[in-house]
T-cell receptor
Framework: QKEVEQNSGPLSVPEGAIASLNCTYSDRVSQSFFWYRQYSGKSPELIMSIYSNGDKEDGRFTAQLNKASQYVSLLIRDSQPSDSATYLCAVKSFGNEKLTFGTGTRLTIIP | DAGVTQSPTHLIKTRGQQVTLRCSPKSGHDTVSWYQQALGQGPQFIFQYYEEEERQRGNFPDRFSGHQFPNYSSELNVNALLLGDSALYLC??????????FGPGTRLTVT
């Protein structure tokens, strides 16, 4: 079992719709959760961090965390073509300095 | 406010050679982490430096070594290059154990 799992996609969403990206993790002592956006040929860009159960909203982005189910998700409202990218889920465990990444979900917003 | 910078942008080396990659952290950050990202994969943690010492290391051989300078900048050295070392090398900076911000990366090609 991979430590952090994401559906590789591609996930196609019409412009203006809600894109939903999911991530599961295996380490129960995971404490910090991050979503990075990576455009083709570029480096990852941090877009959201979440540390406690529930929802965290930032503009069009909402991160949702459920530690009991070991599940974290990212919702993108009013999807724009500029949101087309690979979205990486990263997890950090207690006492561990490294980020463990999933393989990413490729999202395409269809105009 | 300057973000994380890395040099060089691209590098082509021959198998068996040695390479040094450089990173300057974001202003105010004191911790530097290095990651290797192969095509289609999430970044893999190499090691992290704090207070000029290696704080944690991932599953990479001793051919990979690093250094952090008093001004918090860092170098990643790879000896005896293998074809499989071809990847995007990412430097991430943070303030202590908080959010990690990536630089633009160095694309290394080993022929």
């Amino acid at each position: 079992q991979k430590e952090v799992e994401q559906n590789s996609g591609p996930l196609s969403v019409p412009e203006g719709a809600i894109a939903s990206l999911n991530c599961t993790y295996s380490d129960r002592v995971s404490q910090s959760f991050f979503w990075y956006r990576q455009y083709s040929g570029k480096s990852p860009e941090l877009i959201m961090s979440i540390y406690s159960n529930g929802d965290k909203e930032d503009g069009r982005f909402t991160a949702q965390l459920n530690k009991a189910s070991q599940y974290v998700s990212l919702l993108i409202r009013d999807s724009q073509p500029s949101d087309s990218a690979t979205y990486l889920c990263a997890v950090k465990s207690f006492g561990n300095e490294k980020l463990t990444f999933g393989t990413g979900t490729r999202l395409t917003i269809i105009p | 406010d300057a973000g994380v910078t890395q040099s060089p942008t691209h590098l082509i080396k021959t198998r068996g050679q040695q390479v040094t990659l450089r990173c300057s952290p974001k202003s105010g950050h004191d911790t530097v982490s290095w990651y290797q990202q192969a095509l289609g994969q999430g970044p893999q943690f190499i090691f992290q430096y704090y207070e000029e010492e290696e704080r944690q290391r991932g599953n990479f051989p001793d051919r990979f070594s690093g250094h952090q300078f008093p001004n918090y900048s860092s170098e990643l050295n790879v000896n005896a290059l293998l074809l499989g070392d071809s990847a995007l090398y990412l430097c991430a900076s943070s303030l202590l154990q908080y959010e990690q911000y990536f630089g633009p990366g160095t694309r290394l090609t080993v022929t």
